[in-house]
């Protein structure tokens, strides 16, 4: 969807060419080309446009007074507003995503075919991760789902924009080359996370995760194993199988291997794969009940991550993901409240909430995958908790952890990706709150600290080995409001998180 070009920017014919413009302390513009600079300035003199972040202005240079034919070739320059440069790098590439998405939301609005967008100079980051962050902020930006609305007779359909050209400048072209593959790969890669989440749940079922995991190995040579009700019956994955029970469908866990070498490390990746939350017979409210077809979203996260993967080959590690996949219906066999079940590591726990089903196929995920793939660092995705949005909002995925470099290098990762997160507390003081009557474990810990209780809950299944928790339930779908990423809808969160997480990873200190 992206390629780079070598041509001079202004003598490219195309629908829509597109410069960052930051502004300085003294309020002065800053643009890669002067001769652009220049033709703002009258702009900017009269008031009109001032480089803020999200502001934009759009020129027909073919129809300037004095315009010389030839000019510029493109129809339309569009000039992005970046703001004020930040003085971390973090922010910086922020900035630049949020620029890219802005140029993607104008091209989509004027309907362009044809994008060139010329890579800013002046943010101080190298030129891979200027291509990098507008690469993400483009392919993102410029995402729509469309699948189940006819192609409108109404022109005023948004469409996307069929190809962006990238000219590097005076960035070595191999730097821009490998930071364009990069962020396409991951971004691409968030899109399609989005495309799970945004199908519905009655065309997007356990069987679609399962669909879509011996796909991809298929394609890419990783390995795809997934294990049906009968399976999970002869391991004895009571979690998995006591949320199914009132479902017409079956549940699948999809197992996708990515080997390199025995001696090498091994991530595990679990992501809850819920296609639908009805909350069992502990019914949810009707009212926004047709969100739950998101409950999905940790699950699609994983896969999703493991398409980058697989298209990359990294080296040095290998990575494991399992997603547990069921909805969660109240049929007349379903789990009742009360049910005492039987999880993979022979631990029983009292379901007292039905709609408390997240952990409990997570953690026969965890169970079993720690068990068979003795990972050296764990990560789970899950839309677990309501209670992540009263603390943290819309904002930040809630992280718990029983490992302080993991967690930090989670935190760190995330930050770097625009994805950020906030830790919370593990301790035995909130585990108690897990104590049964009846069974070694009960499903909620009452009202107080309900995703720190759900997070215990999940750590009674993995032992000691270094394991985080990332809770997205307020962070998967309506997210923060971004250029790059849509108020409404999924937001592909954590995927690229997952990425770059695995494109730099090191063993965890002893
Ligand atoms: N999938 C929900 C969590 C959720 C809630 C995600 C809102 C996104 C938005 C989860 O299965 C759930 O229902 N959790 C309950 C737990 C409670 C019964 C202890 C919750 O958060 O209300
Ligand atoms: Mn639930
Ligand atoms: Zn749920």
Redesign the pocket.
Same mark, same amino acid.
């Given at each position: 969807m992206i390629s780079l070009t070598k041509k001079d920017p202004e003598k490219t014919a195309v629908d829509l060419l597109v410069y960052i413009v930051a502004r300085t302390d003294d309020k002065k513009l800053i643009c890669a080309r002067d001769s652009i600079r220049k033709r703002i300035l009258p702009v900017w003199r009269a008031g009109d446009f001032s480089g803020k972040a999200e502001e934009v202005l759009l020129l027909y240079p073919g129809s300037a007074p004095g315009a010389k034919a030839g000019d510029i070739k493109a129809k339309r320059l569009l000039v992005v507003g970046f703001g004020k440069v930040e003085e971390q790098p973090d922010p910086r590439r922020e900035q630049l995503r949020v620029a890219a998405g802005t140029a993607a939301a104008q091209a989509r609005k004027i309907k362009a075919g044809q994008v060139l967008v010329v890579l800013p100079d002046f943010t101080g980051l190298a030129g891979n991760e200027v291509a990098e962050c507008v690469a993400e902020g483009l392919v993102l930006g410029n995402y729509l789902f469309t699948k189940y609305k006819k192609p409108a007779d109404d022109e005023d359909v948004p469409r996307q924009v069929e190809k962006f050209l990238l000219s590097g400048g005076t960035f070595p072209p191999s730097l821009v080359e490998r930071g364009l593959r990069e962020g396409s790969t991951a971004a691409m890669a968030a899109c399609v996370a989005r495309d799970m989440a945004y199908e519905p749940a009655n065309y997007w079922t356990p069987a679609h995760f399962a669909d879509f995991g011996s796909k991809l190995a298929a394609r890419t040579g990783l390995k795809c194993t997934v294990l049906d009700k009968a399976d999970m019956k002869r391991l004895g994955m009571g979690g998995i199988l006591a949320v199914n029970q009132g479902s017409a469908l079956p549940p699948k866990l999809v197992i996708l291997e990515y080997r390199t070498r025995a001696k090498n490390p091994t991530l595990m990746l679990v992501g809850k794969g &819920?296609t639908f939350?009805s909350?069992g017979l502990?019914l949810k409210p009707a009212a926004g009940m047709e969100d739950?077809k998101y409950?999905m979203c940790g699950g699609a996260a994983v896969l999703a991550a493991m398409q980058a993967v697989a298209e990359e080959k990294p080296q040095g590690l290998n990575v494991v993901a399992l997603v547990p996949a069921t909805d969660n219906m109240a049929g007349s066999a379903a789990l009742k409240p009360g049910d005492v079940i039987t999880h993979y590591n022979g631990r029983t726990c009292e379901v007292v909430?039905t709609?408390?089903?997240?952990r409990l196929i997570v953690a026969d995920a965890l169970a079993y995958g720690i068990k068979r793939f003795k990972p050296d660092a764990v990560i789970d995705v899950a839309? &677990?908790?309501?209670?992540v949005?009263v603390g943290l909002g819309h904002h930040r995925t809630g992280l718990l952890s029983n490992n302080d470099a993991l967690a930090e290098r989670i935190i760190a990762t995330g930050g770097r990706c625009g994805e950020p997160l906030w830790r919370l507390p593990l301790g035995p003081e909130y585990t108690k709150q897990l104590k049964s009557d009846v069974a070694d474990l009960k499903n909620?810990g009452g009202k107080s600290a309900?995703t720190i209780t759900a997070a215990s809950f999940l750590q009674e299944f993995v032992g000691d080995t270094p394991w985080a928790h990332l809770d997205i339930?307020g962070t998967a779908w309506g997210f923060t409001e971004k250029p790059y990423i849509p108020a409404k809808g999924p937001s592909g969160i954590v995927t690229r998180t997952l990425i770059a997480l695995i494109r730099t990873w090191q063993p965890l200190q002893k």
């Open positions: &819920l939350d909350g502990s739950m409950d909430n709609d408390a089903e997240g839309t &677990l908790t309501g209670a949005i909620i309900g339930a």
